[in-house]
């Protein structure tokens, strides 16, 4: 399984972005699929995902009502729309997946993780 992350930038504090992620080698359809985050210094944390079978979401309190992850199944690719960003959204950020049937939200539970995009909000 190989992911590709893209479409991070520098914006402004108001702005939108959306990522992107390819997603290679799915050889099965219970994968769940995560977005998650980090800033030097922090650990890295979840920010939304999605079963790829189903499309049942979850997210990070912090990016509810803001962010909205979805995946297009014909191009296996999973997004992540950021809409009212905000300075303190700026981290790099990875899309990760494994096999299973539950959104995990501890980054430990993924096995296959993309390079990371970094995402820069200014205020």
């Known amino acids: 399984v190989q992911l590709q992350a893209s479409g991070g930038g520098l914006v402004q504090a108001g702005d939108s972005l959306r990522l992107s992620c390819a997603v290679s080698?799915?050889?099965?359809?219970?994968?769940?699929m995560g977005w998650f985050r980090q800033v030097p210094g922090k650990e890295r944390e979840f920010v939304s995902g999605?079963?790829?079978?189903?499309?049942?979401?979850r997210y990070a309190d912090s990016v509810k009502g803001r962010f909205t992850v979805s995946r297009d199944s014909a191009k296996n690719t999973l997004y992540l729309q950021m809409d009212s960003l905000k300075p303190e959204d700026t981290a790099l950020y990875y899309c990760?997946?494994?096999?299973?049937?539950?959104?995990?939200?501890?980054?430990?539970?993924?096995?296959?993780w993309g390079q990371g995009t970094l995402v820069t909000v200014s205020s």
């Open positions: 999605i079963l790829w079978s189903d499309g049942t979401t």
């Open positions: 990760a997946t494994n096999w299973g049937h539950s959104i995990f939200t501890t980054p430990g539970l993924f096995d296959f």
């Open positions: 080698g799915l050889t099965y359809s219970t994968y769940v």
